[in-house]
């Protein structure tokens, strides 16, 4: 199946420094990313959809200039958590459809966990 | 409002036990149903469903979605350890609309 990498894969940071998530996208072209959250025990809740070459489309609720968006190719997307405090510590993962004439199938990167001291 | 329903939340059988897990949705713009294994990591594909009826299988595993009744289960047989996760299912649109999840337990 489709490969997609992100990283890093765990980052632990000070409260106000700012923190980038890469997704790749390793043997296929995607125009589109989504980023994910997700807590201990819980599901995947969509923060956003990447469209490479436009802005991000943000879910309701998720602050766009605490979570910075570009898909500046068509096979990279970054997230960069601004000013990290410890709430925004959690599990975050992207994906990456395959076909862009239909639903098609996502592939997950394997996530990065990040903890805000 | 969309939302995906899943259930049980969690769920512990024995080794050999065979398993059903339920997704209901209700969806806007709805296109396919689809599951997920979340191990440690990421999830993992498992199925995607189309059409009403057409059981899909891989292995012990399979799934079949009621478009009419807006639901799909996964069933698993003869579980094993390995089994163990959380299943994921998801409504697609022009995203993932993603349930609650199953944590599923398999012991030996």
């Known amino acids: 199946g489709a490969v997609v990498s992100q990283h890093p894969s765990w980052v632990i940071c000070k409260s106000g420094t700012s923190v980038k998530i890469e997704c790749r996208s390793l043997d296929f072209q995607a125009t589109t990313m989504f980023w994910y959250r997700q807590f201990p025990k819980q599901s995947l809740m969509l923060m956003a959809t990447s469209n490479e070459g436009s802005k991000a489309t943000y879910e309701q609720g998720v602050e766009k200039d605490k979570f910075l968006i570009n898909h500046a190719s068509l096979t990279l997307s970054t997230l960069t958590v601004t000013s990290a405090h410890p709430e925004d510590s959690s599990f975050y993962i992207c994906?990456?459809?395959?076909?862009?004439?239909?639903?098609?199938?996502?592939?997950f990167g394997e996530g990065s966990r990040l903890t805000v001291l | 409002e969309d939302k995906v329903v899943q259930s049980p939340l969690s769920l512990v059988v024995h080794e050999g036990d065979t398993v059903t897990l339920n997704c209901s949705y209700e969806?806007?713009?709805?296109?396919?149903l689809l599951w997920y294994k979340q191990e440690k990591k990421a999830p993992t594909f498992l199925f995607m469903l189309?059409?009403?009826?057409i059981e899909k299988k891989s292995g012990r595993l399979s799934s079949i979605l009621d478009k009419k009744e807006l639901f799909s289960i996964l069933n698993i047989t003869a579980t094993q350890t390995g089994d163990s996760a959380i299943y994921l299912c998801a409504a697609s649109k022009n995203k993932l609309v993603f349930g609650a999840g199953t944590i599923l337990r398999v012991k030996s």
């Open positions: 189309t059409s009403s009826g």
């Open positions: 969806v806007t713009n709805f296109r396919s």
């Open positions: 994906s990456a459809r395959v076909s862009s004439r239909t639903a098609g199938e996502l592939f």
